[in-house]
């Protein structure tokens, strides 16, 4: 990316097609097809790329297999071809990943859940040869699902070793990691010319004759104002879209109201709880969780809980772990605590109001566009699988406002290179294979920094992405770098905060950022401030 400093004065100096407010998934995709459509496109982002939902996710990329229960054909069909336009873009970013769903004590398996599992297949096949004209069905992967004995269970599933598993349904999704295919998205419509920046807050919309022209952004850092013009203006601010709107609105209808989801996600390390597939997991009342691998260790996830109050800093709730640790343990035969925690997160869900009283998990996750009198077109709503066709969407009525025909061309345009592991030769043999999957080619450019040594012994992330996060990437904080950039703020929260590692990363970033050694400390600190504001250990 460019230097923020830089990003920041183009974004100041020039007017653009079309501004995007807002940097996660959402934002990020709109800049994209914007700017490879031929758009001049600037993003600015509140605080740091993909700090809301879009770094709080379960991180799967799928078609959503219990949207099926509630009918909802249309999203699941839409979901599953996204899925695999995803793993085409982004082979290094976007991978397949076993589900299990198994039968203990002799039962058979449930019926109910191979006809969705049939339906699944038959959807995604369908889409693709519609899409693609594909006419032979082993040409599309994943692998369809099929039954697996009980020795192949426990083989996916180790931490089902004190049960007897007597078979189950084995199923294919996908999995990333949300915040890196954030990055990734902006640093490709930067390839194309796209200006993004973050921390510049937009306190308010421009107007011209009753029509939004820009944004008047507060800059976090400097304290001051800038003023932006555009002759589009997109809201995609997710959970705080209903909180971007004109001055003179006459219709209340023209804007969502955001209902927001807390969604609660628990992390433990993987000889705690060891699975190489995920799990789905029953958690009552007719719900399930996953329990997946994520990053050399295990993700437990999600709760689904109407939330209120601050959706900055979101925290897990204690009867959300409560209930997270009950389902697991009841499942697994196993006895994890709070205390075995190595970290946790919980993030808002930019659900969109009905009216209806229904729990937020009866609420379709289906993306919304609305466009004001302004000219303002808001788009939220949706899930992180979708983030191309909700851009794709947002961007068509941009194109029809014009009367032009430029059509969408994401659905081709590579998200990165992948790289293979063993080319990475700069890198510790324990990090190479997290590199490819984090960076794709990139990773030559973020050893080139040199700096291999680990930032929390026994953890394959390297000093050498702290400096290419602040040179490259316009991290600014501690909390970039830890809890983004990479993720180590929650797969590894109890080592990292019990040892002097926040302060060596504040130490690297202060030598690329130009902070003294009053600054340094003052950075260290307010991460661990940051952590507990963030409750990513409990307990803590």
């Known amino acids: 990316m460019l230097p923020r400093a830089d990003a920041v004065a183009s974004l100041a100096s020039e007017p653009f097609d079309v501004l995007v407010i807002g940097g996660g998934i959402t934002g990020a995709g709109v800049a994209l097809d914007a700017a490879t459509r031929g758009y001049s496109v600037g993003l600015v982002e509140r605080a740091d790329f993909a700090s809301g939902t879009s770094s709080r996710s379960s ?40 589900f299990v769903v198994p039968a203990f004590d002799g039962a058979r398996l449930d019926r109910v859940v191979g006809l969705g599992l049939n339906a699944y297949d038959v959807m995604a096949v369908d889409r693709l040869r ?50 890196r295919l954030v990055l990734t998205v902006l640093a490709e419509a930067e390839r194309f010319g796209a200006v993004v920046a973050n921390r510049l807050d937009a306190v308010g919309l421009l107007e011209e004759g009753g029509r939004a022209v820009g944004a008047i952004l507060r ?62 997991v029953p958690a009552g009342s007719g719900r399930t969780i996953f329990v997946l691998p994520w990053l050399g260790q295990t ?15 979101v925290q897990p709730s204690a009867d959300e772990m409560t209930y997270l640790l009950d389902a697991v343990n009841a499942f697994f035969a196993t006895a994890l605590t709070v205390d075995d925690l190595v970290g ?7 659900l969109i109001s009905t009216g209806d009283p229904r729990k937020s998990v009866d609420i379709s996750r289906k993306a919304e566009l609305y466009e004001t009198s ?74 080139a920094a040199g700096r291999v040594e680990p930032i929390v012994a026994g953890r394959p992330d390297l000093m050498a992405e702290v400096v290419y996060a602040a040179r490259r990437e316009q991290a600014r904080t501690v909390g970039d770098v830890l809890l983004r950039r990479t993720r180590l703020g929650l797969t590894a929260a109890r080592p990292l905060l019990a040892s002097d590692a926040v302060e060596r990363v504040a130490a690297v970033m202060g030598e690329e950022l130009g902070w003294d050694p009053a600054r340094v400390g003052r950075e260290a600190s307010a991460f661990r401030e940051e952590a507990v504001a963030e409750g990513i250990l409990p307990g803590s």
């Open 219 to 280: 800059d976090g850092e400097s304290g001051s104002t800038l003023e932006v013009r555009a002759t589009n203006v997109i809201n995609a601010t997710g959970v705080w879209a209903d909180r971007l709107r004109p001055a003179e609105l006459h219709d209340e209808a023209e804007v969502p109201v955001i209902r927001p989801s807390r969604g609660t996600h628990l992390i433990v390390e993987r000889a705690a709880l060891p699975v190489v597939a995920g799990a789905i």
């Open 374 to 447: 302004s000219g303002m077109i808001t788009i939220t709503g949706g899930k992180l699988t979708t983030w191309r066709r909700m851009a794709k969407e947002t961007v068509d009525r941009i194109v029809w406002r014009d009367g032009s025909e430029t059509k969408c061309r994401t659905h081709a345009v590579p998200l990165g290179m992948p790289v293979d592991p063993a080319d990475l030769v700069l890198a510790p043999e324990g990090s190479r294979e997290q590199l490819a999957s984090r960076y794709g080619h990139i990773a030559h450019d973020v050893l």
């Open 130 to 179: 519609r899409r693609r004209r594909v006419r032979d069905e082993a040409d599309w992967s994943p692998a369809r699902h099929r039954v697996i004995s009980g020795p192949d269970v426990l083989e996916l599933l180790p931490a089902l070793a004190d049960r007897t598993p007597t078979g189950g349904y084995l199923f294919y999704d996908c999995q990333t990691d949300d915040v």
């Open 299 to 313: 993700l437990i996830g999600t709760t689904d809980t109407d939330h209120e109050g601050d959706a900055i800093h």
């Open 344 to 350: 946790a997160y919980a993030g808002v869900r930019p």
């Open 59 to 98: 991180k799967l990329v799928h078609g959503g297999l219990r949207y099926l229960q509630n009918f909802d054909l249309g999203l699941v069909r839409e979901a599953l071809l996204e899925r695999q336009i995803n793993v085409n873009l982004a082979p290094h970013l976007v991978k397949p990943l076993r």
